[in-house]
C-alpha cells in the first residue's frame, strides 16, 4: 500500500510532487463553490435554528478531512466545529452502522476506482424520516497545477422527495494532531 504524503496547499508552487491520488488531508475552500452545509441541512429537516449554529461553527473553524484509500478499505476522519467523526468501510460491500441513539441504523456502500474517486452511498434516518445521500469526492488536477479535490453531496429525503446538490471544494492540506486517525485503542495512527 502506498501512502501519499500530506503537504501544504502550496505543492505545486513549493517544488513538491503533486498528489496523484486522495489519500492525505484536505480542508474546504470557503471562497469557491457552495461551502454552507444549510441546503443538506434543511432536506434533513434540522431546524433553522440549528443550521444557523452550523453555519457560523463551518465559519469559524476550518473543516478538514483525511482520507486513506486502499485497494480495499476507505478511511476518513472528519473534523470541524460540530464534526469529528471517524469511519472505516471495506470497498464494495455494504456497512451496516447503528447510530448513537441504538436505534437506528445507516446503511454505507464505498466504491472507488483508481484512488482517485470515492463514491459514498448512504441510506440513512433523518429528523422527519430517512434520506439517501450520495458523496463523491473527485481529485481534480487544474489548468495552473494546483491539486485539489471536488466534492458532490446530494442528498434526497425519502419523505417529501426533496432533493439538494451541494458542490464544495478542498485544497490539500499539513496533518496535525487534530486530523491524525485514531487507532480503536485510543492511540494515534501515524501516516
Partial sequence: MTIEPTSSGAEASAGAEPRTCLNGVWKLDKTRGEPSMRGYLEVMGVDGLAIEAHEKGERDVDTLHH???TGDTYRVKKTSRVNNLQ???A??????TTLADGNRQKKTLVESENNTT???CTHMPTVNGAAEVTDVKTLVHEDNGRVCMHQELIIKNLNNGKTKVTRRWFTPSSLTP???FQNQ?????SI
Fill in 67 to 69: 482520507i486513506l484509500l
Fill in 87 to 89: 469511519e472505516e468501510f
Fill in 91 to 96: 470497498l464494495g460491500k455494504e456497512t451496516l
Fill in 118 to 120: 470515492v463514491r459514498i
Fill in 178 to 180: 487534530e486530523i491524525s
Fill in 185 to 189: 485503542d485510543a492511540g494515534v495512527l
